[in-house]
Nanobody, 118 residues
Framework: QVHLVESGGGLVQAGGSLRLSCAAS????????MRWYRQAPGKLRELVAV???????NYIDSVKGRFTISRDNAKNTLYLQMNSLKPEDTAVYYC????????????WGQGTQVTVSS
């Protein structure tokens, strides 16, 4: 089992910054990939950023150059640094982890609300 707890959301003005954190516990060593997703009201949940166990990262086009995903293995924590925030970034942000073989499993955090005012 892997347990994920997000924090760091809040209300910020457009152009501001926030850093989301996702603290992982449990079978940490089995985690292969970690991701941030977001879900805006009335929309489907979308993938925002990915980081692999090897440190490779990828982002959706709308956040490239503004968001940075990182992980601190010593603290078992995943981060999402969000700069130059826009009202369209408003959503609930979810942390996701997937364990590797032989037991591939998906885990989600409870979500943290990010609201960007114009």
């Amino acid at each position: 089992q892997v347990h994920l707890v997000e924090s760091g959301g809040g209300l910020v003005q457009a152009g501001g910054s926030l850093r989301l954190s996702c603290a992982a516990s449990g079978r940490i060593s089995s985690i292969n990939v970690m991701r941030w997703y977001r879900q805006a009201p009335g929309k489907l949940r979308e993938l925002v950023a990915v980081i692999t166990s090897g440190g490779s990262t990828n982002y959706i086009d709308s956040v490239k150059g503004r968001f940075t995903i990182s992980r601190d293995n010593a603290k078992n924590t995943l981060y999402l640094q969000m700069n130059s925030l826009k009202p369209e970034d408003t959503a609930v942000y979810y942390c996701y982890a997937q364990t590797g073989r032989p037991f591939v499993e998906d885990y989600w955090g409870q979500g943290t609300q990010v609201t960007v005012s114009s």
